[in-house]
């Protein structure tokens, strides 16, 4: 924002010193913690180390502040600079409050909703998540991961990163067959309803578990019917096309909903029979085990590395030739540096696969893939219903996405209604839609990923707390008084008043939003933004109540204007990272 002037100043420093025969050393620009004035600050301790290798008797911290002070009482300042000073071997330059607040407006305005974004970076790095199974029901536990991999997708993108979007199916395995066999045992020919597909389909798995568990003679059905599709016995080869596609729009609706969209979709069964040809490589590189018939096939990890209990056993082929995940998920990797020629590959898996994800990894090095250092393991933890009963689909305990969003959305209509109740019932329920889904969201990606989260509905809907409704409706503030004046702002103009502490921590807020895009790519932490958000809702809500706009004098009221229309703009860029959207009015 202020390169020119510091480009400027750092070419005086440079020309000061070698006038004054220092050698010139490279220097590191920080900006001064904020206490009321924006500044920055470089040191001269490299300076003065330097001299102190090449003559004996320099005092390194005496020398560095003789220079900062030299360099102080010598700078001719740029017009953005209100002063300069030397402080024990630095120099610190304090922006003049008025340029520097105007010019972060007027940045944000002219940028609009790429204000914040950075760089391209020349990286190409794919984010796999979502990753649901087939025949099996979407859940509160699902909406983590789906939510953080968005999440995790659009920080990087917009911090200048090519990003591919990847999820990847689990269409199937023995969780399917399962299902199948159910469904030929009890329910063969029926069809889903036209609503509630998701819960029918799940609630066949969840019936399926619970016979086989009750009646382990079933077993051996099941390892048949798992034999025949193995051998892609046509009758049932064709039956999970069928059931599968099912499942398949069923997702896609809720997708749809939660406004998450991928770039490339994998299934597990295009990867099964790579897989295989994998296993066998493996067996004749040395790195696998052959124990068939009597075991699987195994790759000892501990043994190979001489460590203990540390990567332990991986079986990654059953002892009568089906497939397991490991099967599938090492081909799968190939493929994506192959098709992709990625710089990184971001796995968002739950927390309790740390080990397995570990393994994986370690066998794609040992198949000598350099990449495999540039896969990553983005791990989160378990989301429990009140009462901190752990989600799990097998045994039926389970909110669906579509009963949860639908008791969002009622909840969300009554804050709507309170706060509005002449607008049109149409409009009223866009909003509410709007209000639920961000208030998921922000509840999943507030937390860190790391921390187990027990949804609650009180916190996640609270409009004065710190929410994504509370967040929203500091945009709809700001709209509400962009719309009196029918969104025509001023141009901008030299700030020829003084900026009160409310304003000059708002703006302060804003001028800090790129950083703090950089800072939640870097880490894999949406918890950044989330937490962003809410300061700078926070700050607008104080200049809200203390700083008048419209009653304000012309002067006053014309960088105002700017500032809450600059406001807006940057909550908005900062939902729009978690996937939030703000409407109009609530």
Known sequence: MFEKEQNEI?????????????????????????????????????????????????NVRQRATDIADQIASTLKLPSAFEKVEAVNGYINLYYDSAVFAKRVIDEILDEGKRFGSGQPTGKKIMVEYSQPNTHKAFHVGHLRNMVLGSAICEILEFSGNDVVRANYIGDIGLHVIKWLWNYLNSHNGEVPPLEGKTLWMGGLYAEAVKKIDENPEYEVQVRELFKLWDEKDPKIVALWKKTRQWSLEAFNEVYELLGIRFD????????????????????????????????????????????????????????????????????????????????????????????YMKQIFKILDLMGNEWAKDCYHLAYEIVNLPGNVTIASREGTVVLLEDLIFEAEKRAFKIVEEKNTELDEKIKKDIAQKVAIGAIKYSLLSRDNTKVITFDWEAAMDVNGQTAPYIQYAAVRANSILRRVQFSLPESKDIRYKLSKDEVELIDLLGRFSQEVQRAAKDLRPLLITNYSFEVARAFSNFYNKCPVLNADDKTKEFRLRLVAGTKQVIINSLNLLGIKVPEVM
């Not at 000061?16 to 004035?37: E, T």
């Not at 300076?47 to 290798?53: I, M, P, V, Y």
């Open 264 to 355: 490339k979709v994998y299934f597990e069964s295009e990867v099964e029979e790579p897989g295989k040809e994998i296993v066998e490589q493996l067996i004749n590189d040395g790195i696998a085990q052959d124990e068939r018939p009597e075991g699987a096939v195994i790759v000892d990890l501990d043994k190979i590395f001489g460590t203990e209990e540390e990567y332990r056993v991986l079986v990654i082929l059953r002892s009568d030739g089906t497939s397991l995940y490991p099967t599938k998920d090492l081909p799968l990797a190939i493929m994506k540096f192959t098709e992709f020629d990625l710089d990184k590959s971001i796995y968002v898996i739950d927390v309790r696969q740390s080990l």
């Open 10 to 58: 750092q070419t005086q420093i440079e020309n000061i010193l070698h006038n004054q025969g220092i050698s010139r050393q490279p220097l590191k620009w920080s900006w001064i913690p904020f206490s009321g004035h924006w500044g920055i600050s470089t040191s001269f301790f490299s300076t003065a180390s330097f001299e102190a290798r090449k003559k004996e008797g320099i």
